[in-house]
Nanobody, 124 residues
């Protein structure tokens, strides 16, 4: 089992920054790929960024150059640094974990563990 708890969300003006954290616990075997997802009202959940156990990262085109995913293995924490925020970044943000390596994942359903989410609101 894996437990994930997000924090760090809030309200910020456009152009501002936030850092999301995801405290992780449980089996590391089930945490080979970690990801940040977001879902805005009326929209489908989308993957924002992912990081593999070997450190390789990936980003959605909409956040490249603005968001950075990282993890501190000593602290068992996943981070998402979000800079130059835009109103369209407003959403509930979730962290997720998968047993599979990131390159083997083709569907959101491959992430078997999810946090409860943290809300990000960006005002113009």
């Amino acid at each position: 089992q894996v437990q994930l708890v997000e924090s760090g969300g809030g309200s910020v003006q456009a152009g501002g920054s936030l850092r999301l954290s995801c405290a992780t616990s449980g089996s590391t075997y089930n945490r080979n790929c970690m990801g940040w997802f977001r879902q805005a009202p009326g929209k489908e959940r989308e993957e924002v960024a992912g990081i593999d156990t070997d450190g390789r990262t990936s980003y959605a085109d909409s956040v490249k150059g603005r968001f950075t995913i990282s993890q501190d293995n000593a602290k068992n924490t996943l981070y998402l640094q979000m800079n130059s925020l835009k109103p369209e970044d407003s959403a509930m943000y979730y962290c997720a974990a998968a047993r599979a390596r990131c390159r083997a994942i083709s569907d959101t359903a491959d992430f078997g563990y999810w946090g409860q989410g943290t809300q990000v609101t960006v005002s113009s």
